[in-house]
C-alpha cells in the first residue's frame, strides 16, 4: 500500500530529496560544473559518510548554503520555502532547474562576500550562466 505523503511541505520535500538523493547529488554535482562553480566549491565532505563527498544534502531544509563548498538542499523542493519572504511568489510556480540554479548562484556570491545581504545583491547581478528562471528568482529576492 502506498502511503499519502507528509501534508507539510517541507517534510514531504525532504521525504522526496531521500528517495532521489543520487539523482539529486548526481545532477546538483553537474549543473555547479556546467556553471562554473570551481571543483573545490562544489559541494563538501559528507560527515556522515567519510570519503563521500555530496553537492545535495538531504536533510537540510534551507535551499542551499556555503561552509567548506558549496550544496544544494531539500529546501529546492519546497515549494513554500520563500513564503511571506521576497520572492516567495515566483518560487512556488518555479522550475526546479531554476531553483537550484538560483540557489546554486546565492550560494556561490555568499561564499565570496561572506554576506547573506550582500549576496541577494550580487547573486542578483551574477555572471554565472544561470536560467532564466533563475534570474528571475534572484531579482526578486534581492528587492
Known sequence: ?????????????EEFAHCWADKLDE????????????NDKNGEQDPN??????????????GGYTSRGITVNS?????????????GRIWPKARLRDRIDSIIAHEWAEDQTLDHDEA????????LPVSDGA????????R
Request: aromatic share 4%; with cysteine; net charge positive.
Open 49 to 62: 559518510r567519510p570519503k563521500t563527498w555530496r553537492a545535495f544534502v538531504l536533510d537540510e531544509r534551507t
Open 120 to 127: 541577494l545583491k550580487a547573486a542578483a547581478k551574477t555572471e
Open 27 to 38: 545532477y546538483c554535482t553537474i549543473r555547479m560544473d556546467e556553471l562554473g562553480i570551481p
Open 75 to 87: 529546501g529546492c523542493l519546497n515549494p513554500e520555502l520563500l513564503k511571506g519572504k521576497k520572492g
Open 135 to 142: 534570474k528571475r528568482i534572484l531579482r526578486a529576492m534581492a
Open 1 to 13: 500500500m502506498i502511503e499519502k505523503p507528509p501534508t507539510d511541505p517541507a517534510d514531504h520535500a
